[in-house]
């Protein structure tokens, strides 16, 4: 590593506060009618952040609709407590999988490097197959803004290769812009 990514690691924030999104037509339709629904990817999330010192200020489960997942990323952007955003699910490539249209417009600056790296871990995970995986990752009024596919051996690929890593990381430089 080198040492300007070391001075700036050291100058980042050591905790930060999320928002996760899992977005999941289906989930949410259970969630609206039962006042509760299964999100092993938004617990497995919720978990690792906190162990990791983090704080969770925001989780929700909205369906894969551009108009509910830019509602969740405008509401984001609004609020001064919130540093990093995870939205998981909506990222693959059918016609109802929206979440990389629909957040990308939003962002400031992306960071297509997250999801180059993303698909090279996936390769040596899951083979060919990750050519049909796609994340994204950028920066937006100060906060880092990742979108992961909603498997939860992505999210925890995501979390422990990269958003852990990173984020604050992210968030400093986001916040000099």
Do not use: N
């Not at 700036?8 to 339709?29: G, K, W």
């Not at 990791?52 to 405008?74: C, F, N, V």
């Not at 990750?130 to 925890?156: H, M, N, Q, W, Y």
């Amino acid at each position: 590593m080198s040492e300007s990514t070391k001075r700036h690691r050291a100058d980042a924030p050591s905790q930060l506060s999320y928002a996760v999104f899992a977005v999941s037509t289906s989930r949410f339709q259970i969630w609206q009618k039962t006042g509760s629904a299964e999100d092993v990817s938004g617990d497995l999330l919720e978990s690792k952040l906190r162990e990791a010192g983090h704080t969770i200020a925001l989780r929700e489960i909205i369906p894969d609709s551009i108009t509910m997942i830019r509602k969740a990323a405008e509401k984001v952007l609004d609020r001064d407590d919130l540093d990093a955003v995870v939205f998981s699910g909506g990222t693959g490539v059918t016609k109802t999988d929206v979440t990389i249209e629909t957040i990308a417009p939003l962002l400031e600056r992306t960071l297509p490097g997250f999801g180059e790296i993303f698909r090279r871990l996936s390769y040596d995970k899951i083979g060919s197959a990750a050519v049909l995986s796609r994340a994204l990752a950028g920066v937006a009024k100060g906060k880092a803004f990742f979108c992961v596919p909603g498997s939860p051996d992505a999210v925890r690929l995501c979390l422990e290769r990269l958003i852990l890593p990173e984020a604050a990381h992210v968030v400093k430089h986001a916040r000099e812009s």
